[in-house]
């Protein structure tokens, strides 16, 4: 039988590396012995000379099945790791695509993160090594030194390195579980010529947005014919049963699960003609949400002068002119210092950001990071109340 392969991204703070350097070695030499899972631990050793290091970090984050994260006080102490590496970790296992296994390598309050002191640790208890310890134990109990900095040998830390491996192995076992029942329950789908004789499984509903203020009870035809010629497009047939909906603007059709994936899929890929999407979800046969995601868009200069063109009598040149202008009025503003006001929209500053102490996150030593003038922003009232 072909081993599932795996995916293992180590997080750990570079002063640790005599303890990672120990620890990745126990893990390579038991993961060999498993039966199921062929492991790969990936960690930022095997960045390759010439690449970029923080793109290759994220591309690895995101390729990841397992986060071990090596737990200590220079792995709290770590912006890097925070801010880039944890955060994402907890992203991805929000959405059920990640398991985050924390090892407790010394001594420390790993209570300092909340999101962190609500996830199960990896936990060895000292009676089940025969240590007279009988309390749990961490890592840095098994990995000790002599005077000459030769690593001791020690069965403790080898029977500790396969626990590990068997206790990885269990939530990576059940994810598939589930996954395997829901394949049960959800995606056995009928071939599209008994497509007519099968009860359709779940309802595929799509929220979009327009430039214009429509009324959802009278909505235009072009807008229902973009729509459902990418249905038609998407599936390759005739679009069954479905309809806008009044009260806000969704259009929902009644499928297989099979074709509601391939919808869903088509509205994450931007696929759904001129239309935006603003959010897309998938219903089983008694109305409950199988998954949705929703997506937000970024207007571009371009964007904003056709619009500011459409609210107005101005030409589309006129209106470029006009948002040069205030772009370089308020920008000879704030080059001089003052503070440009739009009552109700919001308020341009400047402000100085003094000298102070840093951490380079790739060395993780201190650096000064000099003055600086920042611009900030703040929404007036009636723009904050707009976006609530």
Not at 60 to 76: G, K, P, Q, R
Not at 112 to 119: A, G, R, T, V, Y
Not at 286 to 314: E, F, H, P
Request: with cysteine; glycine share 4%.
């Amino acid at each position: 039988m072909r081993k599932k392969e795996i995916k293992a991204f180590i997080s750990y703070a570079h002063d640790d590396s005599v303890y990672f350097d120990v620890l990745l070695k126990g893990l390579n030499s038991h993961s060999s012995e498993s039966i199921n899972y062929k492991w790969e631990f990936w960690n930022d050793n095997n960045i390759l000379v010439g690449n970029n290091w923080y793109n290759e970090i994220i591309k690895n984050i995101n390729e990841c099945d397992v986060a071990i994260l090596m737990v200590t006080s220079n792995f709290f102490a770590s912006k890097f790791i925070k801010a880039e590496e944890f955060s994402r970790f907890i992203i991805k296992a929000k959405e059920k695509n990640l398991v985050v296994f924390p090892i407790l390598i010394n001594y420390c309050d790993f209570k300092k993160w909340e999101d962190l002191s609500n996830i199960q640790f990896y936990r060895v208890n000292g009676k089940d090594f025969d240590l007279l310890k009988k309390e749990d134990i961490v890592y840095a109990d098994l990995v000790v030194f002599d005077k000459d900095g030769v690593l001791i040998p020690n069965s403790n830390r080898e029977k500790y390195h396969m626990k590990l491996i068997v206790e990885l192995e269990k939530p990576i076992s059940q994810i598939e579980n589930d996954k395997e029942v829901m394949d049960k329950r959800y995606l056995e789908f009928p071939s599209m010529t008994s497509i007519k004789k099968k009860k359709k499984e779940c309802t595929f509903e799509v929220v979009i947005s327009t430039q214009e203020d429509i009324d959802p009870n009278n909505l235009p035809d072009h807008l229902k014919d973009s729509i459902l010629s990418t249905v038609y497009n998407v599936l390759g047939r005739r679009p069954p049963k479905g309809g806008f909906y009044p009260g806000s603007i969704k259009y929902r059709l009644e499928l297989t699960r099979k074709e509601a994936e391939k919808l869903f899929n088509a509205a994450e890929n931007g696929k759904f003609s001129n239309i935006k999407v603003r959010k897309a979800s998938i219903y089983d046969s008694k109305g409950m949400l199988l998954k949705s995601k929703s997506y937000n868009y970024t207007m571009s200069k371009s964007q904003l002068i056709d619009d500011i063109a459409s609210r107005t009598d101005l030409t589309k040149i006129n209106a470029k002119k006009a948002l040069d202008a205030f772009i370089e009025s308020t920008s000879d503003a704030l080059k001089t210092g003052d503070r440009v006001a739009l009552v109700g929209f919001g308020s341009f500053s400047v402000s100085e950001k003094k000298s102070r102490t840093g951490r380079n996150p790739r060395t993780e030593k201190e650096i000064t990071i000099p003055v600086k003038k920042v611009i900030s922003f703040k929404a007036g009232s009636d723009l904050s109340s707009i976006v609530q």
